[in-house]
């Protein structure tokens, strides 16, 4: 083992993540040979610590740790003579596809192949300038697929030896931890942690990424001035050589900023005796988070499993993945409240930071300027602690020399106690920490000459700052968080409801529609259906059942002839008791009404009657030559008259529906003879004797109901000519009401027809017709 006296490193050690063992250190390079720095100073946790877990989630990622170096016996009594105790590794994890590789090993039975490359070293402030070169080194290494050719390494281990300078600038000692990012993601509560670290609680950090995370706690260390060069004693809780060796300042240079900082005391020790610090600090090391004698740290986690003890291992935890800040200590919380003057300072730096904001370059403002830079941050934290520092002091002397003896000449425009706008139970809180006497004990106690013992942004409160206040206070009771989460429950409480309640409401509907069927199908249908029926019968009987009349229906042969036309004899012929259920009502079977069936009826039936009127007034047209003079008829196709009397013949003519349909069928004729659907005089009188002759000659054929056919045939033979005008040329003929329907007699089914009678009538005029070949009803 190399002497404890002697500079550690820097040294390469390689991690492998062997499928049965887990984690185990290959190789060490910048080491003595046939030594093992890890077995020497009992690393058994270095493996684990360079490999993070979920480090396989990325495809490169970035742990910094810290590992205790052991004294040799001989140099136990002299611990000025040795160098720093506490060691600081940085790894970068990679993984490759094993079936990439050139040479694969027996032992990799995984598909993937995943390997750490680590640097250990005593200077943290180096780990910026060896970020880059670390990241290109293992890439270059995973490229060659052969991870027995190791002569990359052995160079950069060489090279990293010659980077080591002697001296460091202020400037190159922070690089690579984001200030702006830092303050810009935690805005207000950037302050809340940097006085939070100076309490020395359990502060636990989690977060998905382990490089973020670590780096992030640099650089919240680093807000405090020369404390990252004065980490010795970081790695254990039992390490205090820090303050052994320290001493009081014997002069100052206000010139000199680096012995400014000394006379006022800093850094603040706040990793001394009990205090350990673990940038990334895996499950294995939770023993000695939870020891007694370890009183106080600040380490990072990328495993959740802490996240379900928080109450045990932390006072605060920073969650970075939600960007949120838990205090589980009462007392922790209430000295953490921030003053008005705290917030006007944090929101003051906030707000130069916003206004410089670039999301593609976080870490420069869009100015390139001072302002709102990493070096412009830090120098305003310095002013701040500064000033504490200051105040602290003058808070400290007028406690403890009375108001006769105070000599505060020196101080102007100071007035009352300026250590009360940093919070006066934060002060209580801070002088009970371990920093704060060690530092108490090593300053001089008239500081407060040096610095002005004021906070930077001391003033009375003004509206503003209550505005400041209230906002703070919204944003404290997280409302947006409990609005979501109230939200997403009352959303699904109502789309669980709205369901139901449709599930109800379909429900309902159907019983009530299942009961309305039942009632309709127990009740007859009204009055106004059965005549309907009756009349859309002619055209389409029930073809599901049989007529219930006991009497026998009359063939097809006995059908109406207007059921006969050309255009639809089949139709005709598939209804062979269209008119026995026209003039039988009674034989109508009682069914519900089908209204898409009887509007398809009335329509198959009004295109009979219209080839049937075509043809007669196709007929007509061609008599027309009998009459004497033409008369002028008007041009809309209509005639009027002023007798009342003939309104009422044209009623009695129309309250037959054959006749009506009769009527109609005229007058569609009428709409193709003649200008604008007028008609002459000789064509209306030949129209009005063929249709009484017509009417006549049908009521003749009749042999039933002779009662009823002589007053048919008296109404026709009475009705005038003028009416029949009327009612011809009409462009809207008399409305049919339910008074005028005329339901057929029903003795009128039960009497026998003569087919040879009716045949013979009609054959007459089918043969008269078919001689001007005009009109024919039968092919």
Known sequence: MAAADEPFGPAICVIGFHHSRGPEIESWFGVPEHTDPSIDNDWSFLPFMALSDGAHSFEEDFSYFTLRRKLSE?????????????????????????????????????????????IVTEKPWMFPTWREKLSLVTRAWFLQRDFRDIEILKDFQQSLKIDEPETLSSREQFLGLSLREFVYEFKHQALVLFK???????????GSKCDRLCMLQFALISLIPGLIQHLEDCADPELDSYERNLSPPSSLKTSDRNSLLLYMGLPLQIFGKGALFGPYTPLQQLDILADHDTKSYIVGSTNSLLLQQKERYSDIIINLDDVTISITTPSLK??????AADRRWVDFIYQK??????????????????????????LQFEEYLLALLSATKYHLYLQSVPAHNRDLSALVGVEGDPALDFGEVWLESWKASPNFKLWHKNTDSHLFDIVDPRHPTAGSLSLDDINRRVAQQIED????????????????????????????????????????????????????????????????????????????PPSSNHSPAYFNSTSDSSTATQTPNSATAFLDSSSIRTRTPDLSSAQAAVEAASQKAGAYFSSWSSWASEKRKGWSSPASTPTSGTFTTANTNQSQENKKIMRSPRKLMIVERMRHEDSSIGNNGSRSAPAVASTYNDFRESMTQDLSDKPTNTATNTRSKNALASTPKSTV?????????????????????????????????????????REEKGSDGIGRLDA
């Open 196 to 206: 939070c670290a100076l309490l020395q609680p359990k502060m636990l950090f989690f």
């Open 334 to 339: 209430t000295a953490l409240a921030l003053t």
């Open 74 to 118: 001989e140099k136990q009594a002299s611990l000025t003579a040795h160098p720093p105790l506490s060691l600081f590794g940085m790894s970068c994890t990679r993984q490759l596809d094993a079936k990439e590789l050139i040479n694969r090993p027996d032992d990799v039975t995984r598909s993937t192949v995943q390997k750490s490359l680590v």
């Open 353 to 378: 930071i916003a206004s410089t904001w670039d999301s593609a370059n976080p870490s420069r403002p869009t100015t390139h300027g001072y302002v709102a830079s990493d070096e412009f941050i830090r």
């Open 725 to 765: 005008e009327t009612i011809v040329n009409s462009g809207n003929p008399p409305p049919k009401t339910q008074q005028e329907s005329v339901v057929p007699s029903t003795s009128a089914a039960t009497e026998p027809r003569s087919p040879t009678k009716r045949g013979v009538g009609r054959g007459k005029r």
């Open 477 to 552: 009771l997280h409302l947006e968080e409990r609005f979501n989460t109230s939200k997403e429950a009352l959303n699904k409480h109502f789309t669980s409801g709205k369901k139901q309640v449709s599930e109800v409401f379909s429900k309902a509907w159907a019983d009530f529609e299942a009961y309305r069927i039942a009632q309709r199908a127990k009740s007859p249908p009204p009055t106004g259906f059965r005549e309907k029926e009756d009349l859309y019968s002619m055209s389409s009987p029930p073809a599901t059942a049989p007529l219930p009349n006991s009497q026998n």
